[in-house]
């Protein structure tokens, strides 16, 4: 029996035909080494402001604010049916300058879609950032 919805924003930055992906470190206890985007869980009080949610989660983990991106967009829900359900919600947007953050989660690097494919994601992002590219892309 699913007991609560917890959500999870993931965030993939994009700037000159690249994404900004997170390698977790490898003390991390859940996915370790994986690869993923920037992002994490939605406080109880942000449910009714998710967009609000992954901007807080993308200035904590990268140091980037809501002023550094245009064209921030929810591409992708997923959804896993656990204990509880979870809702991954998947999002990108265009970083106005180049940088390359620190990242309290572990280490960050600007990957072309083309290289995807060697980089061993979390199976959630696996499946939906190589989607959210292509999303991207056709806009």
């Known amino acids: 029996m699913i007991n609560v919805l917890a959500a999870f924003t993931v965030i993939v930055l994009h700037h000159q035909g690249k994404y900004l ?3 977790r470190a490898p003390t991390k206890k859940l996915f370790p080494n994986l690869w993923t985007g920037v992002g ?3 406080e109880k009080d942000e449910m009714r402001d998710l967009r609000a949610s992954a901007y807080r989660e993308l200035l904590e983990e990268t140091g980037v604010a809501a002023t550094d991106v245009q064209n921030f967009v929810l591409r992708r829900v997923l959804f896993h049916a ?3 359900l979870t809702a991954l919600l ?3 947007a265009d970083l106005k300058t180049y940088v390359l953050p620190h990242c309290p989660e572990g280490t960050l690097r600007w990957v072309a879609p083309a290289d ?3 980089i061993e994601f ?3 992002a696996g499946a939906a950032i190589p989607l ?3 999303d991207h892309q056709r806009d």
């Open 40 to 42: 994490g869980k939605v």
């Open 122 to 124: 979390i199976e959630s």
């Open 90 to 92: 998947y999002y990108t």
């Open 132 to 134: 959210l590219a292509l």
């Open 82 to 84: 656990r204990d509880d």
């Open 116 to 118: 995807f494919a060697q």
């Open 21 to 23: 992906l997170l390698q």
